[in-house]
């Protein structure tokens, strides 16, 4: 019987893919064997070895039968974005094409947000050129990267078949095959089986790589609760932020980044404290601390925090601004164009989420973390 391709019948893909996800399909058993062997090396650690993501590539292109794998993780700097990791079993001219667009691109160069991607492309298989024909104006051929890095390298006709593997909304890495031909229902079978076992290798890999700086940036950084905060490198590499601090770059990117690029050289500012990081074991950085300037900013700290901590939908974080602002409920209503009925029911979600009984209570707590 011929191998299905994605394309011959989606609904079928669909219910395959929630299936192997639920690490409930049954595959043939060669397919069975070479998955338990490599399941078994992401699963062994040998401290101080290379990535998982190295040493797995032949096997996995192999169990595939793609053309090439690859694996990568975009690192946002003061300046234009980089490569946490990068491997690629084809050629280097593609990862070079890559790296030098990436060098320039704007802060969503890709098709979904480059280090916290959206819930639904976390950790699921996706046959990404199809998504992009889909929902990009013109197609995946009026995308920048297709001209600046596909087309010059006549690769433009590779379709991937990718996953995000992600640590809750982190990303750890774009992983997956490149192929010349149609994605089958069998590949993507194959690769999410291995997502599971790969976030939890990655997970400790990153948490290896990082510990150390993290736990010492998270004990600074409490004694500054609410004020917009970065992680640094010496070279420039922004290792974390908080709520606010990511607030703060949508709002005004440019600006953040040229006082971020002075911090990441040590430089003093009025704008911003500079307090030193170092740990045994990994490289010097900064944690930056942004001094608010005007009541209406730190209020609106205030709520970036609230909405990250309590995990709020748009709607709910409007109404919170408006709560805040001291509008009644028959305002909100009008503010938003939606009903007072609705209004109270996102009020109460509020309350249940800040575990507090009244308004003047969760207006009191909100504010306070700024402090």
Same mark, same amino acid.
């Given at each position: ?87 690629? $079993? &084809? /050629?280097?001219? *593609? !990862? ?5 667009? %990436?060098?320039? +691109? ?118 500054? $609760? &609410? /004020?917009?905060? *970065? !992680? ?5 590499? %922004?290792?974390? +932020? ?130």
């Amino acid at each position: 019987m011929p191998q299905r391709s994605l394309d011959d019948d989606s609904a079928f893909a669909r219910i395959v893919v929630r299936d192997a996800e639920d690490g409930r399909v049954r595959f043939e058993a060669e397919d069975r064997g070479r998955l338990a062997e490599l399941t078994d090396a992401i699963g062994t650690l040998h401290i101080g070895s290379p990535s998982i993501l190295v040493a797995i590539a032949p096997a996995t292109r192999e169990l595939l039968e793609v053309d090439d794998v690859m694996s990568y993780c975009p690192s946002e700097h003061v300046e234009g974005w980089g490569f946490r990791h990068v491997h690629f $079993t &084809g /050629s280097s001219r *593609f !990862v070079d094409g890559l790296g030098d667009y %990436l060098g320039s +691109a704007p802060h969503r160069f890709a098709f979904y947000n480059p280090t916290r991607p959206e819930a639904h492309q976390r950790n699921r298989t996706i046959e990404a050129i199809a998504m992009v024909n889909r929902t990009e104006p013109g197609g995946f051929e009026a995308t920048p990267i297709y001209q600046k890095v596909f087309a010059p390298l006549k690769m433009e006709r590779l379709r991937q078949l990718r996953t995000l593997i992600c640590d809750g909304p982190s990303l750890l890495t774009w992983f997956g095959g490149l192929q010349d031909r149609a994605v089958t229902v069998r590949q993507h079978r194959l690769l999410s089986a291995l997502i599971r076992p790969l976030q939890r290798r990655l997970s400790v890999e990153r948490r290896l790589a990082d510990g150390g700086l993290a736990t010492a940036a998270l004990e600074a950084a409490i004694e500054h $609760t &609410g /004020s917009p905060s *970065f !992680v640094v490198s010496r070279t420039g590499r %922004l290792l974390a +932020a908080n709520a606010s601090g990511r607030e703060l770059l949508e709002q005004d990117r440019a600006t953040t980044r040229e006082l971020l690029a002075l911090a990441a050289r040590g430089r003093a500012h009025a704008s911003f404290e500079l307090v030193p990081l170092r740990e045994p074991g990994t490289a010097a950085a900064w944690l930056v601390l942004m001094r608010v300037s005007t009541a209406e900013q730190s209020i609106a700290r205030c709520e970036a925090t609230a909405a990250e901590r309590w995990t709020l939908t748009p709607r709910q974080r409007s109404v919170l601004k408006l709560l805040i602002g001291g509008d009644s409920n028959a305002r909100i209503a009008a503010s938003l164009g939606i009903g007072e009925r609705a209004v109270e029911l996102h009020v109460t979600a509020l309350l249940d989420r800040a575990g507090l009984d009244g308004r003047a209570a969760l207006v009191a707590c909100v504010l306070s973390m700024r402090r």
